[in-house]
């Protein structure tokens, strides 16, 4: 575990509110407005961590639990993540299941701290998640296994790491786009962006993440955000990986993941600005289509090696 | 010129000329005319004697088409002076639905002739085609040419029935494509540039991958066989013959499905020639049976008597594909059928007809005391019972005496006991809606129209096409027993 | 070369999988005018420096009418009709793309099982072709839609032109062009129906098309 592993992780930490800050002002900009400063997100943490929480008295140690899985779950799928030349502070053969169980326990702690209070909204909001959830998770696993067919390796770190530009002429290398294809879809679906859910709508109808956090207040909604944007950013290396595989030394391969972060902060900024949101029923189809997506790139890649 | 291109150009031509023709009667003369031409150049070239030995011809006029082509040409010449009278009686421009009362308009004569000649054409292109790419574009295009005829009342129930015929069928035939393309892929590799025409693949024959040609056996029954109307694939068939006008009917049943048979016997026959007539033989017989079986099922208590004769298309093309398949003597048999089947049929129809003319209904429980309200339909309709039913002394009674010798001669006894089952319940079926119909007092709604609307130019059609079926039952003149013979030979049935 | 005939195939199935998940009929239109013009575009591609004015001359044939004149035909059937949307397919869009998910690899596995090599760098060709022909049968099945029916009808058609190209088949020309007359006529046949449909009905869908049983 090199220095510069470390320093991911701690430069994640410290870095992941400022994401959705800066898609928020990517999005200020397209609408003609001046928008919250680019850091607003780390005023609104330190904000709700100064308040206390009110809990409702339906509400058991459940509700509670809820947000630290969140955080937890998103952060220790942080540590397999792979950046920038694909290294990641743990690697291990497996580590994309790890990755990806993480990711899941996580939601799992959200959905049933919501259910926990028994309120229709976040009943509704947690049905919701659940159920695009089902749709994306496959995605992921289904994509992260033809790269893993593609590549030869078992790790995150390794199949980030055997991605280069050379790969995408060898046969079988298109399977690698869709797969990136298929991970922007997956991506905007689990961190709540546009065109699968609203970050920004105040309606609870049309909610599904923010529907489950109404009830949680101060502190714990501090955890929930905070966990969103952690969670922002362990999916955010899988796509911008596709965008900046860098080789060289650690410290380019620092560079390059942060570039790529960047630049996917306001690729969510501006792709938020021009696009519709869909209409409930159709998100089952865009994420259909991540899945048919991802299935494609398996066989082809499982094709191209000549095995089944 | 050689004639069996101008077998397919003469009605195209005549079918250009009908669509530019204005008046309604000289567009009728030169239907009819057209058809007598077609029916005279057909008997001439029999006559002449074979045409096109040359194995790389695309087409050609030989025993394997001659009887066929005879059959579809007499009929359409029936079919087109029945028309002639048919489309004068329905010249108003607005008609009263029988069944629903509706008013409705006809599709424009013109059109329609033209469609007809158009139809004839390409059924002689099916007949004359021996290169089975030229032979899918024909079929596909008897389907196409034949969708507007269907639809030549127009009204809801027809519009389904065209929209189901051509949806059905083009998805077929689209298989049948595929089969093409599968049986060029079965060639060896250095004969894939061969010409793909029955003669020469049947040369080739050996030297093909089995299975690919199996493969494209089977999607080629498949797509023919839903045109054909073999069972299960038949779901278009009752409902196109029903709604179709009475001598549009006719043409689909004694033409159109035949063209089909036509089709599948040329596969037939490559798998013959490469060995495999077991498997190829082995499909066509169980599928002859299952559309027999299906036949007769739905036959029973059938209350629409078009519908009626559409399930009996079904179960007469089973006995030809049961035929084919067993071969030797069954193959004599299916072709005389095929024959025998055009013109009992093309009877039928033309007769329901007349019968849905004067009662105005297609209800079997409201045609009554036919034999008295219309004596010559009555007459007609009861003598096609006896005919389709295979009963001396007509033709199909002799062709399924052949079907059977053929049977019992291969000792194929479970296929024996199942033909000779779905015959007699066919004939018990069809025996119930037949007799009510033509004897007794005439119904209620029978009695308003005694006008007895049966113009001579109604009766004469099918009155020829009965008598055809009575000569092949009677006497078989020997240049067509030769022809039926060699037509065994050439499309597999030798074995 | 190769790769580029790589990504023409996998662009095949993608349109694939967007006509099972559209529920416009127009857009299943232009998706499949979308795919008729990559497959003629194919076997330029494949053949490398061995492309002979009659393959230009017949990749311009068959590009036109499936871009050009087919979607012409259609869109002229939809139009007026309120065929907009299908609301209540027999098979939900979700569930449509899904199946589809599930005929890629029996396709693959059919594709292979025929040993077909295809021409140079398309050794995928035989299994898109087979998935397209698969998708345009569902789509008859699963939809309602005259126009939409007709789409599928067409997709089955591009399915078997590809699986022609995969056998490096040449049909004699004459018989090619007979087979693109009798596509476009059956499309040009189709719609006129698809346009009475909907005068008689009011609709394009052809669930309205019942009262024929027995």
């Given at each position: 575990?090199?220095?510069?592993?470390?320093?991911?992780?701690?430069?994640?930490?410290a870095l992941a509110p400022l994401m959705t800050g800066v898609a928020n002002r990517v999005k200020a900009g397209f609408a003609g407005r001046t928008g919250a400063p680019v850091l607003q997100p780390y005023y609104d943490l330190a904000r709700l961590l100064r308040k206390g929480a009110v809990y409702s008295t339906t509400t058991t140690w459940v509700f509670r639990l809820g947000p630290c899985l969140g955080v937890a779950g998103a952060a220790a799928a942080l540590v397999v993540?792979?950046?920038?030349?694909?290294?990641?502070?743990?690697?291990?053969?497996?580590?994309?299941?790890?990755?990806?169980?993480?990711?899941?326990l996580a939601r799992f702690g959200t959905i049933l701290a919501a259910l926990d209070t028994g309120s229709a909204f976040e009943g509704m909001g947690a049905s919701r998640e659940a159920t695009f959830a089902a749709l994306a998770e496959p995605s992921l696993l289904v994509g992260l296994l033809a790269?893993?067919?593609?590549s030869g390796e078992l790790s995150l770190s390794g199949i980030y790491h055997a991605l280069t530009p050379g790969h995408l002429a060898a046969p079988g290398g298109v399977a690698v786009l869709l797969v990136a294809a298929a991970f922007g879809i997956v991506f905007l679906a689990e961190n709540a962006r546009l065109p699968v859910d609203d970050p920004n709508t105040h309606l609870e109808l049309t909610m599904i993440h923010e529907a489950m956090a109404l009830d949680h207040g101060g502190p714990d909604l501090a955890l929930i955000h905070y966990g969103a944007a952690l969670k922002f950013w362990a999916l955010g290396t899988l796509v911008a990986g596709f965008v900046a595989p860098v080789h060289d030394g650690a410290w380019t391969a620092l560079a390059a993941i942060l570039g790529g972060m960047f630049l996917l902060s306001v690729a969510v900024g501006v792709a938020e600005s021009v696009m519709a949101r869909l209409r409930l029923a159709k998100v089952p189809n865009f994420l259909a289509a991540a899945f048919a997506l991802s299935v494609l790139?398996?066989?082809?890649?499982?094709?191209?090696?000549?095995g089944s | 010129m050689n004639l069996p291109l101008a077998l397919v150009l003469l009605p195209a031509g005549a079918a250009l000329a009908a669509f530019l023709t204005r008046a309604d009667r000289p567009r009728r003369v030169l239907l009819v005319a057209t058809a007598a031409t077609h029916a005279a150049l057909v008997i001439a070239g029999w006559a002449r004697g074979a045409t096109g030995d040359d194995a790389e011809a695309w087409l050609g006029l030989g025993p394997a088409e001659l009887p066929?082509?005879?059959?579809?040409?007499?009929?359409?010449?029936?079919?087109?002076?029945?028309?002639?009278?048919y489309l004068a009686r329905e010249a108003a421009a607005e008609h009263v639905d029988h069944e629903e009362g509706f008013l409705f308009q006809n599709t424009r004569e013109a059109a329609f002739t033209g469609g007809l000649l158009l139809f004839l054409a390409t059924m002689s292109l099916v007949a004359v085609s021996r290169h089975f790419g030229l032979l899918w574009v024909a079929v596909e295009a008897t389907t196409l040419v034949s969708a507007p005829l269907i639809y030549f009342h127009r009204h809801h129930r027809s519009l389904e029935a065209t929209w189901k015929y051509l949806l059905v069928c083009s998805v077929g035939i689209a298989f049948a494509l595929l089969g093409n393309f599968f049986l060029a892929g079965a060639l060896p590799r250095g004969a894939s540039h061969v010409p793909m025409t029955q003669a020469v693949l049947a040369e080739n024959a050996a030297r093909m991958n089995p299975a690919w040609l199996k493969a494209a056996f089977v999607l080629l029954l498949v797509g023919y066989g839903t045109k054909m109307g073999l069972a299960p694939m038949h779901t278009w068939l009752p409902d196109a013959h029903s709604e179709a006008p009475s001598m549009v009917s006719a043409l689909l049943s004694g033409a159109l499905l035949n063209g089909a048979l036509l089709a599948i016997l040329r596969a037939h026959a490559v798998c013959v020639a490469a060995g495999l007539g077991d498997f190829s033989g082995g499909l066509l017989v169980f599928l002859g049976l299952v559309s027999m079986g299906v036949a007769a099922a739905f036959l029973i208590h059938q209350t629409d008597y078009k519908r009626m004769l559409a399930y009996s298309s079904v179960e007469h093309m089973g006995v030809m594909a049961l035929g084919w398949g067993v071969g030797g003597a069954a193959a004599f048999g299916a072709g005389l059928h095929m024959m025998g089947h055009a013109f009992t049929k093309g009877m039928l129809f033309l007769a329901a007809g007349n019968l849905l003319a004067i009662w105005r209904s297609k209800q079997t429980s409201e045609v009554r005391g036919a034999l008295r309200a219309a004596p010559a339909s009555g007459a007609l309709w009861l003598t096609g019972f006896l005919a389709i039913s295979g009963l001396p002394p007509f033709?199909?009674?002799?062709?399924?005496?052949?079907?059977?010798?053929?049977?019992?001669?291969?000792?194929?006894?479970?296929?024996t006991a199942l033909f000779l089952a779905f015959l007699a319940v066919v004939f018990v079926a069809m025996a119930r809606v037949f007799l009510r119909m033509v004897f007794g007092e005439p119904s209620a709604k029978g009695e308003t129209p005694l006008r007895l609307r049966e113009p001579i130019s109604a009766v004469l059609p099918p009155l020829a096409l009965g008598l055809g079926a009575l000569v092949l039952g009677v006497w078989i003149p020997s240049w067509i027993h030769s022809a039926l013979q060699g037509m065994g030979l050439m499309l597999g049935g030798g074995r | 070369m190769e790769t580029f005939a790589e990504v023409l195939i996998i662009l095949v199935v993608l349109t694939n999988l967007k006509l099972l998940g559209s529920s416009r009929a127009t857009a299943c239109i232009r998706t499949v005018a979308a795919q008729g013009v990559l497959l003629a575009a194919l076997p330029l591609v494949t053949s490398g420096d061995a492309i002979t004015l009659r393959m230009i001359a017949q990749a311009l044939v068959s590009g036109t009418l499936k871009a050009f004149v087919l979607p012409f035909l259609l869109l002229r059937a939809t139009r007026g009709a309120r065929a907009g949307r299908e609301l209540a397919p027999f098979v939900g869009y979700t569930t449509s793309i899904l199946l589809g998910v599930a005929l890629m690899p029996l396709a693959l596995a059919l594709g292979r099982k025929l040993g077909v090599t295809g021409p140079a760098g398309a050794d995928l060709l035989a299994p898109a072709a087979l998935f397209t022909l698969l998708v345009g049968l569902l789509i008859i099945v699963c939809r309602k839609q005259a126009v939409t029916l007709v789409v599928g009808y067409?997709?089955?058609?591009?399915?078997?032109?590809?699986?022609?190209?995969?056998?490096?088949?040449?049909?004699?020309?004459?018989?090619?062009?007979?087979i693109l007359l009798d596509v476009f006529a059956a499309v040009f046949v189709m719609g006129l129906v698809a346009r009475h449909i909907h005068r008689e009905f009011d609709t394009l869908d052809t669930d309205r098309l019942s009262s024929l049983k027995g």
């Amino acid at each position: 575990m090199s220095a510069a592993a470390i320093l991911h992780l701690l430069i994640a930490f410290a870095l992941a509110p400022l994401m959705t800050g800066v898609a928020n002002r990517v999005k200020a900009g397209f609408a003609g407005r001046t928008g919250a400063p680019v850091l607003q997100p780390y005023y609104d943490l330190a904000r709700l961590l100064r308040k206390g929480a009110v809990y409702s008295t339906t509400t058991t140690w459940v509700f509670r639990l809820g947000p630290c899985l969140g955080v937890a779950g998103a952060a220790a799928a942080l540590v397999v993540a792979p950046w920038g030349g694909g290294r990641a502070t743990l690697a291990f053969d497996g580590d994309l299941l790890f990755f990806a169980a993480a990711l899941a326990l996580a939601r799992f702690g959200t959905i049933l701290a919501a259910l926990d209070t028994g309120s229709a909204f976040e009943g509704m909001g947690a049905s919701r998640e659940a159920t695009f959830a089902a749709l994306a998770e496959p995605s992921l696993l289904v994509g992260l296994l033809a790269l893993a067919r593609a590549s030869g390796e078992l790790s995150l770190s390794g199949i980030y790491h055997a991605l280069t530009p050379g790969h995408l002429a060898a046969p079988g290398g298109v399977a690698v786009l869709l797969v990136a294809a298929a991970f922007g879809i997956v991506f905007l679906a689990e961190n709540a962006r546009l065109p699968v859910d609203d970050p920004n709508t105040h309606l609870e109808l049309t909610m599904i993440h923010e529907a489950m956090a109404l009830d949680h207040g101060g502190p714990d909604l501090a955890l929930i955000h905070y966990g969103a944007a952690l969670k922002f950013w362990a999916l955010g290396t899988l796509v911008a990986g596709f965008v900046a595989p860098v080789h060289d030394g650690a410290w380019t391969a620092l560079a390059a993941i942060l570039g790529g972060m960047f630049l996917l902060s306001v690729a969510v900024g501006v792709a938020e600005s021009v696009m519709a949101r869909l209409r409930l029923a159709k998100v089952p189809n865009f994420l259909a289509a991540a899945f048919a997506l991802s299935v494609l790139a398996l066989l082809l890649s499982a094709h191209a090696k000549g095995g089944s | 010129m050689n004639l069996p291109l101008a077998l397919v150009l003469l009605p195209a031509g005549a079918a250009l000329a009908a669509f530019l023709t204005r008046a309604d009667r000289p567009r009728r003369v030169l239907l009819v005319a057209t058809a007598a031409t077609h029916a005279a150049l057909v008997i001439a070239g029999w006559a002449r004697g074979a045409t096109g030995d040359d194995a790389e011809a695309w087409l050609g006029l030989g025993p394997a088409e001659l009887p066929f082509l005879a059959a579809t040409s007499l009929l359409f010449l029936a079919a087109s002076v029945y028309g002639a009278g048919y489309l004068a009686r329905e010249a108003a421009a607005e008609h009263v639905d029988h069944e629903e009362g509706f008013l409705f308009q006809n599709t424009r004569e013109a059109a329609f002739t033209g469609g007809l000649l158009l139809f004839l054409a390409t059924m002689s292109l099916v007949a004359v085609s021996r290169h089975f790419g030229l032979l899918w574009v024909a079929v596909e295009a008897t389907t196409l040419v034949s969708a507007p005829l269907i639809y030549f009342h127009r009204h809801h129930r027809s519009l389904e029935a065209t929209w189901k015929y051509l949806l059905v069928c083009s998805v077929g035939i689209a298989f049948a494509l595929l089969g093409n393309f599968f049986l060029a892929g079965a060639l060896p590799r250095g004969a894939s540039h061969v010409p793909m025409t029955q003669a020469v693949l049947a040369e080739n024959a050996a030297r093909m991958n089995p299975a690919w040609l199996k493969a494209a056996f089977v999607l080629l029954l498949v797509g023919y066989g839903t045109k054909m109307g073999l069972a299960p694939m038949h779901t278009w068939l009752p409902d196109a013959h029903s709604e179709a006008p009475s001598m549009v009917s006719a043409l689909l049943s004694g033409a159109l499905l035949n063209g089909a048979l036509l089709a599948i016997l040329r596969a037939h026959a490559v798998c013959v020639a490469a060995g495999l007539g077991d498997f190829s033989g082995g499909l066509l017989v169980f599928l002859g049976l299952v559309s027999m079986g299906v036949a007769a099922a739905f036959l029973i208590h059938q209350t629409d008597y078009k519908r009626m004769l559409a399930y009996s298309s079904v179960e007469h093309m089973g006995v030809m594909a049961l035929g084919w398949g067993v071969g030797g003597a069954a193959a004599f048999g299916a072709g005389l059928h095929m024959m025998g089947h055009a013109f009992t049929k093309g009877m039928l129809f033309l007769a329901a007809g007349n019968l849905l003319a004067i009662w105005r209904s297609k209800q079997t429980s409201e045609v009554r005391g036919a034999l008295r309200a219309a004596p010559a339909s009555g007459a007609l309709w009861l003598t096609g019972f006896l005919a389709i039913s295979g009963l001396p002394p007509f033709g199909l009674f002799l062709s399924e005496l052949r079907i059977l010798q053929g049977l019992v001669a291969h000792a194929r006894w479970t296929e024996t006991a199942l033909f000779l089952a779905f015959l007699a319940v066919v004939f018990v079926a069809m025996a119930r809606v037949f007799l009510r119909m033509v004897f007794g007092e005439p119904s209620a709604k029978g009695e308003t129209p005694l006008r007895l609307r049966e113009p001579i130019s109604a009766v004469l059609p099918p009155l020829a096409l009965g008598l055809g079926a009575l000569v092949l039952g009677v006497w078989i003149p020997s240049w067509i027993h030769s022809a039926l013979q060699g037509m065994g030979l050439m499309l597999g049935g030798g074995r | 070369m190769e790769t580029f005939a790589e990504v023409l195939i996998i662009l095949v199935v993608l349109t694939n999988l967007k006509l099972l998940g559209s529920s416009r009929a127009t857009a299943c239109i232009r998706t499949v005018a979308a795919q008729g013009v990559l497959l003629a575009a194919l076997p330029l591609v494949t053949s490398g420096d061995a492309i002979t004015l009659r393959m230009i001359a017949q990749a311009l044939v068959s590009g036109t009418l499936k871009a050009f004149v087919l979607p012409f035909l259609l869109l002229r059937a939809t139009r007026g009709a309120r065929a907009g949307r299908e609301l209540a397919p027999f098979v939900g869009y979700t569930t449509s793309i899904l199946l589809g998910v599930a005929l890629m690899p029996l396709a693959l596995a059919l594709g292979r099982k025929l040993g077909v090599t295809g021409p140079a760098g398309a050794d995928l060709l035989a299994p898109a072709a087979l998935f397209t022909l698969l998708v345009g049968l569902l789509i008859i099945v699963c939809r309602k839609q005259a126009v939409t029916l007709v789409v599928g009808y067409l997709a089955m058609e591009n399915g078997i032109y590809a699986m022609g190209l995969a056998f490096a088949q040449r049909e004699p020309l004459l018989v090619e062009m007979g087979i693109l007359l009798d596509v476009f006529a059956a499309v040009f046949v189709m719609g006129l129906v698809a346009r009475h449909i909907h005068r008689e009905f009011d609709t394009l869908d052809t669930d309205r098309l019942s009262s024929l049983k027995g």
